[in-house]
Each structure stands twice: as C-alpha cells, then as structure tokens.
C-alpha cells in the first residue's frame, strides 16, 4: 500500500543512503581480502531467498510473482544488475569509496540522456545542457589530459552506464510487471549468474570475515527492503535527490575507516555532477507535474 508521507519518505531514503554505503564499506573489505565473484556470489544468495521469502507472502505465491509477458528482458534486467555490482565491487578495492561513488554518482545523468532511445521519452534543451555540465565534473574528476589519468577510473563509470540501463529497463518492464515480478527476476537471475561465475573463485574464509559477510547479506536485504518503504511512503521524484546523500556517507566512510584522499578535483567535478542530477530530476519531476 502506497501513501504521500514526504516527510517519512525523505527520513526512509537517509536511512536507506546510511545502510547502503555500510554496504559498500563492508564489500570494499572483503573484497580487498577475498575474490570479488565469491563475494557478490554469498551476497546474492541472501538476497535470492530475501526475495523469494517476500513473493512466497505475497497472493498468489512465487508463482504469481515469476509471471512476466518479458522474460528476456526482466532476465537481462537481472544479469545487467548483478555485473553492475561486480564491477563497482572491483572499483571500491581498485579506486576506493570516494572516488567510485563519485564518479558512479553520473548515473541519473546516463538515465535522462538514454531515456530518449531507450524509452522514447523526450529530454528538453535545459536537461541536455545539465547532461553536458555534469560529464563535465565526471571529466574534471577523470583529468584525462593532466598526466595523473587512471584506466581503472572507467571502472566505476562502466557501472554507472550499467545501472542507468538497469533503471531504465526496470521503467521499460513496469509497463507491464509489477514491481513484486521485478524484485523477483532481480534476485533469482542475478543468483544464478553470480553462483555461475563465483563457484569458480571460492576461497576459505577467516570466521571473524564470515561475520563481516553475514553482516553485508544482511544490508543488503535492509536497504532493499527500506528502499521498498520509501517508495511506499512517497512520490519517487520527491525523495529521489536524498539518494545522492549516499556518496557524503561514503566518503566519510572511505576517508575515516580506509584512509582514503579526497583530491580537489574530486570534490569539484562530484559537486557538479551531483548539482546537475539534482537539476534534471527537478526538471523531470516538473515536466511530470505539466509545470
């Protein structure tokens, strides 16, 4: 059931950035210790019987909620997540929280520019000028042209196009499937995809690090599940922006817990990405509005 709480809305999406960049944190050490398919692989597993647990309450049953018109595409909905997360897995250990969560933050950017060919939506010349700007803070962060360049700064970039065309897919299939069939083909696909790549990586692992994987299994199903709640309690468009709180949160984390820099132009080029998401989602929420 749906209501329009802005308030509990806004306070369900910080508490939802919180647990998320936990996640991250506790995926960036693991990582660095363990092989990252294995790590995503325990992950998913958890994630699968969340899902499944919430179809089988539902009417209907597991049944019900595997139900799609387009298998195909919910299925590549589901592969495209779970490499999504391989990759900016591998971008935490390689590049850190900081600069991975600033560069993946051009990801509503990649969305506004490929709802056009995607979804046959149209995106006026006031959110193409913010595309443009906000590629510009991606550039400024990459420096491509001052000597300091890093091919491992396209990680995080790969993975922010990939969970743009995961979004924008997810919006595809809504036109038909509930988000319950959705949620469904996410976890069970992205399980066995990622049991398929990481049974090949399985490595022993260090009980006081089983613990740290319980832990992550189980924030991730949290911050899915509050994320569930946001929605529930409000307009997507009104809380949507608090979602940037995440890269802050990361940082903090990256700085304090990891050791991590914060270089200037990191900080310049992620404020103004972060200023032109925020603008096209104000323009999007408007258009959305007839304002």
């Known amino acids: 059931m749906t209501s329009n709480d802005t308030k509990r809305g806004v306070l369900l999406m910080v508490a939802t950035t ?4 936990a996640q991250d944190a506790i995926s960036r050490h693991l990582a660095g210790e363990y092989n990252v398919y294995m790590v995503v692989m325990v992950r998913y597993w958890f994630f699968a019987a969340f899902v499944m647990s919430l179809a089988a309450r539902q009417a209907g049953g597991l049944r019900n909620a595997a139900r799609t018109s387009q298998p195909l595409v919910q299925a ?3 592969i495209l997540l779970t490499a999504e997360i391989m990759v900016m897995v591998s971008a935490f250990v390689n590049l850190g929280l900081v ?10 950017l990649l969305i506004a520019a490929l709802s056009g060919p995607v ?23 990459l420096q491509p ?7 491992l700064a ?14 924008l897919l997810t919006r ?16 069970t696909v992205g399980s066995v995809l990622a049991t398929a790549i990481g049974v090949f990586h399985w490595q022993g692992m260090s009980a006081p690090d089983w613990g740290w994987m319980a832990l992550l299994c189980v924030t991730g199903a949290g911050g899915h599940f509050l994320l569930i709640k946001t929605y529930e309690a409000a307009e997507a468009s009104a809380v949507q922006p608090f979602a940037y709180l995440q890269l802050p949160f990361a940082a903090a984390i ?18 103004i990405i972060v200023a032109a998401g925020l603008f096209t989602l104000a323009r999007a929420r408007k258009k959305k509005h007839g304002l």
């Open 18 to 21: 919180m647990v998320f960049s």
């Open 76 to 78: 590549f909905r589901g």
């Open 99 to 108: 600069e991975s969560h600033a560069v993946f933050a051009c990801y509503p």
């Open 119 to 141: 979804l046959g939506e149209h995106v006026g010349w006031r959110r193409w000028a913010a595309i443009a700007v906000g590629f510009v803070g991606v550039i400024i962060i």
């Open 145 to 151: 042209d001052a000597g300091v360049f890093s091919p």
């Open 154 to 167: 396209i990680i995080p970039l790969a993975a922010a196009l990939m969970f743009a065309l995961y979004g």
């Open 172 to 187: 595809y299939v809504a036109r038909k499937d509930t988000a319950a069939t959705s949620f469904f083909w996410t976890g």
């Open 254 to 271: 990256g700085l304090t817990l990891f050791g991590e820099t914060l270089r200037p132009n990191v900080a310049i080029g992620a404020a």
